[in-house]
């Protein structure tokens, strides 16, 4: 008995939401790969406009990483109360709300606990 994914996708029927979730799933993706991706580009500039040393910069680099372990074990344990869709959406507007407070930090110190929680949404 062989799964065939054509077969299984004609017993469920193809509907225009399976285009949301798939563009949906899409776009969250690019918002996690970006997190990672465009934080090794700009930590010489960072290193500039902070003026912080190299130990600073490691934290910075792998604070993000904190924050995926925590969100992880988090979601984990509120799945349960809250469901599924409810937690996704949350992450996602928090994940763009911390995002943009990142734009507008000035302080080091500030700029690593927005990292922290970007890493919490992502996990």
Do not use: A, D, H, K
């Given at each position: 008995n062989k799964f065939d994914f054509n077969d299984l996708v004609e017993k469920i029927g193809?509907?225009?939401i399976h285009n949301k979730i798939i563009i949906s799933s899409f776009l969250l993706i690019l918002l996690e790969g970006s997190?990672?991706?465009f934080a090794s580009t700009y930590i010489i500039a960072l290193e500039k406009y902070f003026m912080i040393d190299d130990f600073m910069i490691s934290i910075l680099s792998s604070i993000i990483f904190v924050g995926v372990g925590l969100g992880s074990f988090s979601i984990g344990l509120l799945e349960?109360?809250?469901s599924?869709?409810?937690l996704i959406k949350y992450n996602?507007?928090?994940f763009i709300v911390f995002s943009l407070m990142l734009i507008?930090?000035?302080n080091i110190y500030v700029f690593c606990l927005i990292r922290l929680?970007?890493?919490f949404?992502?996990?």
């Open positions: 193809y509907q225009s997190s990672f991706t349960p109360y809250f599924r869709l409810l996602v507007l928090s507008f930090c000035s929680f970007i890493g949404n992502i996990g």
